[in-house]
Structure formats: C-alpha cells, structure tokens
T-cell receptor
C-alpha cells in the first residue's frame, strides 16, 4: 500500500492564481481530511469528507473548495490565491470516525 | 468548538531523562485523544492514543494518562533518546474533527 499520497510536493503561486492539490489514498478509508500547518502552529482543519459525495467545512474553509467523487480521491482547490494561504498542506485519511489518521507527505505552497 | 492547549512549547532534556507534555481540552464530549510525532520536514505520525473509557495506556517507553474530570491528558516519555527529538502534537476529538494543540518541540541532548 502506498498509503496517502499528495501532489505536488512544492508549488509557488502568484497572487490571484488558482491550483488544485491532489490527494489519493489506497486504504479504502471513508474519512478524508485537509489540514494546513503554519510555522510553529498545530494543524488546522480546512475541510473533511465522511464518504464519496459528502464534504463539510472545518475550522478554516475560506478560500478553499473540495470535492469527493470517489473513495480514493479528495482534491483541494485554491481559488484566487492570497499570501495568507502560504502554508504546508496535509491530507489525511482514517477508517473510522475516531480512528488513527494517516497523513500524506504534505505540499509546501508559497503565494507571492 | 473544541479548544486544546498544550504545554510546554519547547522542552529540552538530557538523554536518559523523562519528558512530560501536558494538554487540556474544553469539550467534555471529546472521547478520543491521540498524540502525533512530527520530525522536521516530515508528516505527523501517530505514536499513541487513548479513549475516554481508559485512564492510562503504555507502549514501551511511551505512556499517556487521561483525567476526564479535569479535562487534561499527558504524554510521558521515559529513557529519552536522541531520536525522540521532534515536535509532538496532542489532539482531541468528539466527532469527525480532530482539534490539535500547537505542539511541543522536544530536544534530547546526548
């Protein structure tokens, strides 16, 4: 099993550009999550999904969108990138509602 | 919503000594408390977790204690080794969402 994979690993965006961060898991987990991690801070939940076709907002959803058309994939869309979105983004998945979350390797995004 | 406070933010110990990291949470409905270790430039990885029906859990040199009445839980690492140096995050969950503390940077001095 590859576990949770994310692409790209690094990206530099200009203000106002858009991009999609890709996340795929091969563990047949129903639950998937997107977090952002700012320097010296913990992880903040952006969006989560409890299954294909079902998504909901987390703590910091503004400026982001998600979709979940399959069990495996949970892409995160940034529209009109802003410097405040400079961060490391982690995707995670879990089997159950309160089970271990497995994290992807992260995407380091810089918006200038 | 849930609020998780974690202390200390940095901790330095001599190799072989013990390290203790403490967290408090606000939502009495939270029932799952994991601890994650994150090495520099790497992803967070679960090292131990505890559920609300248990007061203590051990795994070799690592233990976690939970006091639901006081709404706090702690991570204990004994016989610390240089490879224990990392950032440790506590978290609490009562539903779909994990709320993380801000992390403790542990440095183990050889």
């Amino acid at each position: 099993n590859a576990g949770v994979t994310q692409t790209p690993k690094f990206r530099i965006l200009k203000i106002g550009q858009s991009m999609t961060l890709q996340c795929t898991q091969d563990m047949n987990h129903n639950y998937m999550y997107w977090y952002r991690q700012d320097p010296g801070m913990g992880l903040k939940l952006i969006y989560y999904s409890v299954g294909a076709g079902i998504t909901d907002k987390g703590e910091v959803p503004n400026g982001y969108n998600v979709s979940r058309s399959t069990t495996e994939d949970f892409p995160l869309r940034l529209e009109l990138a802003a410097p405040s979105q400079t961060s490391v983004y982690f995707c995670a998945s879990s089997y159950g509602q309160v089970d271990e979350q497995y994290f992807g390797p992260g995407t380091r995004l810089t918006v200038t | 919503g849930e609020n998780v406070e974690q202390h200390p933010s940095t901790l330095s110990v001599q190799e072989g000594d013990s390290a203790v990291i403490k967290c408090t949470y606000s939502d009495s409905a939270s029932n799952y408390f994991p601890w994650y270790k994150q090495e520099l430039g790497k992803r967070p990885q679960l090292i131990i977790d505890i559920r609300s029906n248990v007061g203590e859990k051990k795994d070799q040199r690592i233990a976690v204690t939970l006091n639901k009445t006081a709404k706090h839980f702690s991570l204990h690492i004994t016989e610390t080794q240089p490879e224990d140096s990392a950032v440790y995050f506590c978290a609490a969950s009562g539903s779909y969402q994990l709320t993380f503390g801000k992390g403790t940077k542990l440095s183990v001095i050889p």
